[in-house]
């Protein structure tokens, strides 16, 4: 399994933007689909994006046209860049990896077998 630390979150205000990102460990990163997810209390921990190997990437409608999620290979380390933040957006964000190589990006949480801790994201009125 890899190991993923997530860091980047904390209060900001509604409009206000945050660069999440995830650092992964292990030599297979590079291959590997990366994802966020997101749980707020009392709810289901929900897709929010993911990008593929070749970094073709794809988004919950919820957050689509204002948060970017990217990757640098060489970084092992993949980002959410969140714009124009609600506070709907509160939650503790997960990054996710995909350890079978070369795959679409996915949207379900059993395609990913590795998780980070998660970090808190908490937009305020």
């Known amino acids: 399994q890899v190991q993923l630390v997530e860091s980047g979150g904390g209060l900001v205000q509604a409009g206000a933007s945050l660069r999440l990102a995830c650092t992964a460990s292990?030599?297979?990163?590079?291959?590997?689909?990366m994802g966020w997810f997101r749980q707020a209390p009392g709810k289901d921990r929900e897709f929010v994006a993911a990008?593929?190997?070749?970094?073709?990437?794809d988004y919950a409608d919820s957050v689509k046209g204002r948060f970017t999620i990217s990757r640098d290979n060489a970084k092992s380390t993949v980002y959410l860049q969140m714009n124009s933040l609600k506070p709907e957006d509160t939650a503790v964000y997960y990054c996710a990896a995909d350890s079978s190589a070369f795959k679409s990006p996915g949207r379900v949480r059993n395609e990913y077998d590795s998780w980070g801790q998660g970090t808190q994201v908490t937009v305020s009125s």
């Open positions: 292990g030599r297979t990163f590079y291959a590997s689909s």
């Open positions: 990008i593929s190997w070749k970094s073709n990437t």
